[in-house]
């Protein structure tokens, strides 16, 4: 099962919104809506975002939204801020012979 | 609140068996998927497998032949054992809980530990 695809970097000035993407197949991201998406600081263990597809877990700030359409999920984060720097992963439910399958990990830089 | 905290041997030999124990405090580890992830260095996230409380378990399978993760209701620890290490398996290795049902976990890890740095070299 490969790696779900994601854009290696994504910037943005602050107060601005990015959107990073994430591509798979009919076998994952666009079979179920089953996508999360996690942040991660350097040196810190991943923090879990969105959830199945939409859902923001309690206390994660309403600037983090996600979305699907079809074979790509996507993760908008608007009114950018310095904190919001970090690498950030995707992850999917898959119908394939490994049940979960991790994003490739995108670097948002705030300008 | 509930955490949990990585504990086991940070270098181990080629060859030889990587061993880490995940406690959770603050709470039981009944009613929950309890996840074994990592990260080699400067790179992406692997999902190793998940125990349920009850003792059932799923691999990934471009690591089943090597993994084994086990659960010690009693004292609220379940454990990684990962055999015939390599250089490969030098990694940040991760647990992480998922809530779900009796027949499936949700597919997301809203708790993790913070990490525990494994290096395989003689």
């Known amino acids: 099962q490969s790696a779900l695809t994601q854009p290696a970097s994504v910037s943005g000035s602050p107060g601005q919104s990015i959107t990073i993407s994430c591509t798979g197949t009919?076998?994952?991201?666009?079979?179920?809506?089953?996508v999360s998406w996690y942040q991660q600081h350097p040196g810190k263990a991943p923090k879990l975002m969105i959830y199945d597809v939409s859902n923001r877990p309690s206390g994660v700030s309403n600037r983090f939204s996600g979305s699907k359409s079809g074979n790509t999920a996507s993760l908008t984060i608007s009114g950018l801020q310095a904190e919001d720097e970090a690498d950030y992963y995707c992850s999917s439910y898959t119908s394939s012979s490994t049940p979960l399958v991790f994003g490739t990990g995108t670097k948002v830089t705030v300008l | 609140q509930v955490q949990l905290q990585e504990s086991g041997p940070g270098l181990v030999k080629p060859s030889e068996t990587l061993s880490l124990t995940c406690t959770v405090s603050g709470g039981s580890i009944s009613s929950y998927y309890w996840s074994w992830i990592r990260q080699p260095p400067g790179k992406g996230l692997e999902w190793i497998g998940y125990?349920?409380?009850?003792?059932?378990?799923n691999y990934n399978p471009s690591l089943k032949s090597r993994v084994t993760i086990s659960v010690d209701t009693s004292k609220n620890q379940f454990s990684l054992k990962l055999s015939s290490v390599t250089a490969a398996d030098t990694a940040v290795y991760y647990c992480a809980s998922s809530s779900g049902y009796d027949w499936a976990p949700d597919w997301y890890f809203d708790l993790w530990g913070r990490g525990t740095l494994v290096t395989v070299s003689s």
């Open positions: 125990i349920y409380y009850s003792g059932s378990t």
């Open positions: 009919s076998s994952d991201v666009g079979g179920y809506n089953y």
